[in-house]
């Protein structure tokens, strides 16, 4: 990675060059765009980025909404993507049971499960595009979570501003930075189901005039959990680590640069199933099924995933315009383990004896697959935005370098027949991205604008896989298992946007975009005796998407967006399996799954929100309310007429915020969070499972003593374990509730 640690090293210096004869000035510092977003007033009146330039929410004409660190704080802060995003409209969060795999999508975008493959949103850290990669790059770490001061949730295409992969929309995950004046806040929690302890903290330091340093830190214990592994004796949903992170903020005269270095070593929740085969079933007479929590695997589970990043963020007021340059280095080492029969000698052993497995059904339990990964990705984007009287405008480059070293050990029992203990599939993928935006935007009156956005891209990326033996350390697999390839591809996304004030406060708005999904390469193939063998290759997927909205705050202290769309693909990427399975005589192994065009497809849908704060008695509360009803069909190729998979006909949120004062020091705090999905597919499949429905409770009750509070809360209140996935063989469950303690500290 020394070209991307080169350049990061030239950026920095370039800009401390630059801004020197800026920091001469002897300016007073002013508050920065973040100080003004850092809390969201009763109104809805919060600045935003989510074009690129500040603005309030609004006046954005697109769906876009912000959580902020005190509604955040209020419903107990997040660890996962999962609980950041409970309450927004059009976003479902796939768990596959551990951080590394799981994913985001919105607006019915398309997932990517179990695969290597790009996320269909765009996600950035302080506006740096952070995914892609093997493992891990479809879904935030642990260390994003760590002291937040917004997050920009984007639905709908993004692709002329924010590139590819932002087919289902963007998030943008903005740390709090420095302030300039001493502040600081602990917590500590404790979950008794899990036996879990957190504790998080964060220093901020005035040094000097216009200097200010922040460290913000995280620590997690949990050995216990709910599914746990007896042959190994450990639960796959451990979590042990800890996330650390500076950040340096010197602002002077017209630049405000912040420099920020983290790192996070962490013991993540492994992936792990039920084995789940009905009597009856061929090589199963008897029927296998295993306890919903605990799986006696021969393989100990286990992953962990370590970042360390440096990322330089510089704002310079030009007068007139505004410059901000971008650049960020990330490094990502994801692994896991995970056992391809899901069962352990013994127990194979006394499920044969009792008739469940069949005693020449070939199941082998030394079986089990080895993944891991590091990936480097760095970024650097620069843009300028500036207005002239009823004109706007903005004018960007980024660039985008991403190297992934990816390995899969495969392990086995040896035979006469074949003497391997097993393979290893190593691979590189290397993937460049260049790219040139802009917009312009007019007021033709004082109530109506119009917005043009475009963006051209052009990508390459190439792959080098191979497969070893084990013993011999020697090439196998023949030609198909020499991989050499590249592909190159360029794109040119647009948004145009007509928006009008019907009132002050109330904003229609109609536009049409495009964007792309990167294709790329499956790297994990199958095994060679798959029906349905890992094709390496895939393309683009592109999309065109119509949206109409409404929004604004019509009423004191209230805050509404509607918006309907329907977006129009091309080259769906969808996720489908190698048709192995643990019932298939001749694989009898857990699936690959892998990536595939699989033709033209539509998505369209609904989404409201409404929040209301109010005062009740001496209290103050808030309730924020949202719902989307969503669908879409494949319409044409080979999966003609199925339903897109992963998408809920229904997704809809509550959040009730309460404060009351019982005196001067002293007050009374509550949230209820009510979270659900109902409908939808599971596989794109014609014989695919439904979706499985939920509705989960969050609740949490507690006092404020001025400077120190104490919270008690419990996580799914009412103990409901539901279906996350199921497979012809495997199901996978949501965690139970989890009751807990929680003190925090504020100075």
Same mark, same amino acid.
């Given at each position: $990675?020394?070209?991307?640690?080169?350049?990061?090293?030239?950026?920095?210096?370039?800009?401390?060059?630059?801004?020197?004869?800026?920091?001469?000035?002897?300016?007073?510092?002013?508050?920065?765009?973040?100080?003004?977003?850092?809390?969201?007033?009763?109104?809805?009146?919060?600045?935003?980025?989510?074009?690129?330039?500040?603005?309030?929410?609004?006046?954005?004409?697109?769906?876009?909404?912000?959580?902020?660190?005190?509604?955040?704080?209020?419903?107990?802060?997040?660890?996962?993507?999962?609980? =950041?995003?409970?309450?927004?409209?059009?976003?479902?969060?796939?768990?596959?049971?551990?951080?590394?795999?799981?994913?985001?999508?919105?607006?019915?975008?398309?997932?990517?499960?179990?695969?290597?493959?790009?996320?269909?949103?765009?996600?950035?850290?302080?506006?740096?595009?952070?995914?892609?990669?093997?493992?891990?790059?479809?879904?935030?770490?642990?260390?994003?979570?760590?002291?937040?001061?917004?997050?920009?949730?984007?639905?709908?295409?993004?692709?002329?501003?924010?590139?590819?992969?932002?087919?289902?929309?963007?998030?943008?995950?903005?740390?709090?930075?420095?302030?300039?004046?001493?502040?600081?806040?602990?917590?500590?929690?404790?979950?008794?189901?899990?036996?879990?302890?957190?504790?998080?903290?964060?220093?901020?330091?005035?040094?000097?005039?216009?200097?200010?340093?922040?460290?913000?830190?995280?620590?997690?214990?949990?050995?216990?959990?709910?599914?746990?592994?007896?042959?190994?004796?450990?639960?796959?949903?451990?979590?042990?680590?800890?996330?650390?992170?500076?950040?340096?903020?010197?602002?002077?005269?017209?630049?405000?640069?912040?420099? $920020?270095?983290?790192?996070?070593?962490?013991?993540?929740?492994?992936?792990?199933?039920?084995?789940?085969?009905?009597?009856?079933?061929?090589?199963?007479?008897?029927?296998?099924?295993?306890?919903?929590?605990?799986?006696?695997?021969?393989?100990?589970?286990?992953?962990?995933?370590?970042?360390?990043?440096?990322?330089?963020?510089?704002?310079?007021?030009?007068?007139?315009?505004?410059?901000?340059?971008?650049?960020?280095?990330?490094?990502?080492?994801?692994?896991?383990?995970?056992?391809?029969?899901?069962?352990?000698?013994?127990?194979?052993?006394?499920?044969?004896?009792?008739?469940?497995?069949?005693?020449?059904?070939?199941?082998?339990?030394?079986?089990?697959?080895?993944?891991?990964?590091?990936?480097?990705?760095?970024?650097?984007?620069?843009?300028?935005?500036?207005?002239?009287?009823?004109?706007?405008?903005?004018?960007?480059?980024?660039?985008?370098? =991403?190297?992934?070293?990816?390995?899969?050990?495969?392990?086995?029992?040896?035979?006469?027949?074949?003497?391997?203990?097993?393979?290893?599939?190593?691979?590189?993928?290397?993937?460049?991205?260049?790219?040139?935006?802009?917009?312009?935007?007019?007021?033709?009156?004082?109530?109506?604008?119009?917005?043009?956005?475009?963006?051209?891209?052009?990508?390459?990326?190439?792959?080098?896989?191979?497969?070893?033996?084990?013993?011999?350390?020697?090439?196998?697999?023949?030609?198909?298992?020499?991989?050499?390839?590249?592909?190159?591809?360029?794109?040119?996304?647009?948004?145009?946007?007509?928006?009008?004030?019907?009132?002050?406060?109330?904003?229609?708005?109609?536009?049409?975009?495009?964007?792309?999904?990167?294709?790329?390469?499956?790297?994990?193939?199958?095994?060679?005796?798959?029906?349905?063998?890992?094709?390496? =290759?895939?393309?683009?997927?592109?999309?065109?998407?119509?949206?109409?909205?409404?929004?604004?705050?019509?009423?004191?202290?209230?805050?509404?967006?509607?918006?309907?769309?329907?977006?129009?693909?091309?080259? =769906?990427?969808?996720?489908?399996?190698?048709?192995?399975?643990?019932?298939?005589?001749?694989?009898?192994?857990?699936?690959?799954?892998?990536?595939?065009?699989?033709?033209?497809?539509?998505?369209?849908?609904?989404?409201?929100?409404?929040?209301?704060?109010?005062?009740?008695?001496?209290?103050?509360?808030?309730?924020?309310?949202?719902?989307?009803?969503?669908?879409?069909?494949?319409?044409?190729?080979?999966?003609?007429?199925?339903?897109?998979?992963?998408?809920?006909?229904?997704?809809?949120?509550?959040?009730?915020?309460?404060?009351?004062?019982?005196?001067?020091?002293?007050?009374?705090?509550?949230?209820?969070?009510?979270?659900?999905?109902?409908?939808?597919?599971?596989?794109?499949?014609?014989?695919?499972?439904?979706?499985?429905?939920?509705?989960?409770?969050?609740?949490?009750?507690?006092?404020?003593?001025?400077?120190?509070?104490?919270?008690?809360?419990?996580?799914?209140?009412?103990?409901?374990?539901?279906?996350?996935?199921?497979?012809?063989?495997?199901?996978?469950?949501?965690?139970?509730?989890?009751?807990?303690?929680?003190?925090?500290?504020?100075?």
């Amino acid at each position: $990675m020394g070209r991307q640690t080169h350049l990061l090293r030239c950026s920095v210096a370039l800009w401390t060059v630059a801004a020197c004869p800026a920091f001469a000035q002897d300016r007073p510092p002013s508050a920065s765009p973040d100080d003004k977003a850092a809390a969201q007033s009763d109104n809805g009146e919060i600045v935003v980025t989510a074009r690129r330039r500040e603005e309030r929410l609004a006046d954005v004409p697109t769906a876009a909404s912000v959580i902020d660190a005190a509604s955040l704080n209020d419903r107990g802060g997040a660890t996962g993507s999962g609980e =950041l995003l409970a309450d927004q409209p059009s976003v479902r969060f796939n768990n596959l049971n551990s951080s590394i795999t799981s994913e985001i999508s919105i607006r019915a975008s398309s997932t990517a499960r179990a695969t290597n493959g790009d996320p269909s949103v765009g996600l950035y850290r302080n506006g740096a595009y952070i995914a892609g990669g093997p493992v891990g790059g479809r879904n935030f770490t642990r260390l994003d979570m760590v002291d937040i001061g917004r997050v920009e949730v984007l639905r709908g295409t993004q692709g002329a501003l924010y590139g590819r992969n932002a087919v289902g929309g963007a998030i943008n995950i903005i740390s709090a930075e420095p302030e300039f004046n001493a502040s600081g806040w602990g917590s500590a929690r404790y979950g008794f189901e899990n036996d879990s302890l957190q504790v998080q903290g964060v220093v901020n330091l005035p040094i000097a005039e216009g200097l200010a340093l922040r460290v913000s830190g995280d620590l997690v214990e949990q050995d216990k959990g709910f599914f746990y592994n007896p042959d190994n004796d450990v639960y796959f949903d451990q979590q042990k680590g800890h996330g650390l992170r500076g950040q340096l903020r010197l602002k002077r005269g017209p630049v405000d640069a912040v420099v $920020m270095a983290e790192t996070q070593r962490l013991t993540t929740p492994s992936i792990h199933y039920q084995i789940f085969i009905p009597a009856g079933t061929a090589g199963f007479p008897g029927g296998y099924i295993q306890d919903r929590f605990v799986y006696p695997w021969s393989t100990a589970p286990r992953a962990s995933q370590d970042v360390d990043a440096l990322q330089t963020i510089v704002r310079v007021d030009l007068g007139g315009a505004n410059l901000t340059s971008t650049t960020s280095y990330r490094k990502r080492h994801s692994e896991y383990d995970l056992d391809n029969d899901a069962i352990s000698p013994t127990e194979l052993a006394r499920a044969r004896a009792a008739g469940q497995i069949g005693a020449a059904t070939p199941l082998d339990p030394s079986a089990a697959s080895y993944v891991v990964d590091t990936t480097d990705n760095f970024s650097q984007d620069i843009h300028v935005t500036g207005d002239a009287g009823r004109l706007t405008w903005l004018v960007g480059g980024e660039m985008l370098l =991403l190297d992934s070293d990816f390995s899969v050990t495969t392990t086995r029992t040896p035979t006469v027949a074949n003497t391997s203990p097993g393979n290893i599939a190593p691979a590189r993928i290397n993937f460049e991205s260049y790219a040139a935006y802009g917009s312009l935007g007019f007021d033709i009156t004082d109530g109506l604008n119009v917005t043009g956005e475009l963006r051209y891209t052009q990508d390459s990326r190439k792959i080098s896989a191979r497969l070893f033996d084990l013993a011999t350390g020697l090439p196998t697999g023949g030609p198909s298992r020499i991989i050499d390839d590249r592909i190159s591809a360029s794109n040119l996304s647009y948004n145009a946007t007509l928006s009008y004030k019907l009132t002050p406060n109330v904003l229609a708005y109609g536009k049409v975009g495009s964007s792309y999904r990167a294709g790329g390469f499956n790297t994990r193939l199958s095994d060679p005796r798959a029906p349905s063998p890992v094709q390496v =290759l895939f393309g683009n997927e592109n999309s065109t998407s119509y949206e109409l909205g409404l929004k604004g705050s019509p009423v004191r202290r209230g805050y509404f967006a509607v918006a309907g769309y329907y977006t129009q693909l091309s080259d =769906l990427i969808a996720q489908v399996d190698d048709g192995c399975a643990l019932t298939n005589p001749t694989c009898p192994v857990a699936a690959v799954a892998y990536l595939t065009n699989a033709g033209n497809a539509n998505s369209w849908g609904i989404e409201a929100e409404y929040s209301q704060g109010f005062d009740l008695g001496s209290g103050s509360g808030r309730l924020s309310l949202s719902g989307s009803r969503q669908g879409g069909k494949v319409t044409s190729g080979r999966y003609d007429g199925l339903s897109l998979a992963q998408v809920p006909d229904w997704l809809a949120s509550a959040n009730l915020n309460l404060r009351q004062p019982v005196s001067e020091n002293v007050a009374l705090t509550a949230n209820v969070l009510v979270s659900g999905q109902w409908g939808g597919k599971q596989e794109l499949t014609a014989t695919s499972v439904n979706l499985d429905d939920y509705v989960l409770v969050n609740l949490r009750a507690g006092v404020d003593f001025r400077n120190f509070s104490i919270t008690a809360f419990a996580n799914n209140l009412f103990n409901q374990v539901y279906f996350v996935a199921q497979a012809p063989t495997i199901n996978r469950y949501s965690q139970p509730r989890v009751i807990g303690v929680e003190g925090r500290l504020k100075f």
